[in-house]
């Protein structure tokens, strides 16, 4: 009896997979080959051999235009985001503009504020990373208990996330919600909003006794995602 045999013709698509696949296998064995060993927690690991290996594979197979393309696409992505860096702190100080004689604004809950200065960046949303500066006082002595200027270390928190520190508290958050990234803004908070019937111990910075009504200013610096 005569036996059968079948030969499968590769289709281009086939083809074009099949070459896909090669072409993968001989990146993670290039990869593998040029990985750094183990080495001791003393030891500085160079970071950029990755980038080189794979610039060099795609000049060897798909000539010297790969292997300049790749390094031209990793150089467009660096300086594309320090562009988009300073245009975004370019349109904030643009949009940004003093207010003479702003009048009050008083929200439902108690919190009262008065814009000094109009930013022109984003608003924060929860589980954004924002910075700001700000000067804490107790409203009935005028002691300061927060001064995040003076001491040239703002404040650096993820919006709507607790507990609070550095003199943050629930009716400065509520403030900071209608601000925008080069905005300032001066806040008075309610007790209840403030740091309550225990108040709240800061060090050698000072102490808000409990119940006491709070008057900030508060510069909202930059607004981010948040990397986590």
């Known amino acids: 009896m005569a036996t059968l045999f079948h030969c499968r013709i590769p289709t281009p698509r086939s083809r074009i997979l099949t070459r896909r696949r090669r072409i993968l296998c001989e990146l993670e064995e290039q990869q593998q080959q040029q990985s750094p060993k183990k080495q001791d927690p003393g030891t500085k690991i160079q970071l950029d051999s990755s980038t080189d290996w794979i610039a060099s594979l795609l000049t060897r197979r798909f000539g ?14 660096v300086i ?29 809950n108690g919190v009262r504020f008065t814009d000094l200065v109009i930013g022109g960046g984003a608003s924060p949303r929860r589980g954004d990373l924002v910075v700001v500066d700000l000067v804490g006082r107790v409203t009935s002595t005028g002691e300061k208990f927060v001064d995040t200027i003076g001491n040239k270390r ?6 709507g996330a607790k507990p609070y520190s550095g003199g943050m508290c629930d009716g400065l958050e509520f403030a900071l919600a209608s601000m925008n990234a080069g905005g300032e803004r001066r806040v008075i908070v309610p007790p209840a909003l403030g740091f309550g019937e225990r108040g709240e111990d800061f060090g050698a910075q000072g102490r ?7 008057e900030f200013v508060v510069q909202l610096r930059k607004v981010s995602i948040s990397p986590t």
């Open 154 to 159: 703002p404040l650096v928190f993820v919006y």
């Open 208 to 214: 808000v006794d409990p119940d006491q009504e709070l």
């Open 80 to 108: 594309s985001e320090q562009i988009k860096t300073r245009t975004e702190v370019a349109l904030e100080e643009q949009g940004s503009r003093e207010i003479q004689d702003g009048k009050e604004t008083v929200l439902p």
């Open 64 to 77: 010297l235009g790969a292997g300049l393309g790749y390094v031209g696409f990793l150089a467009f992505g």
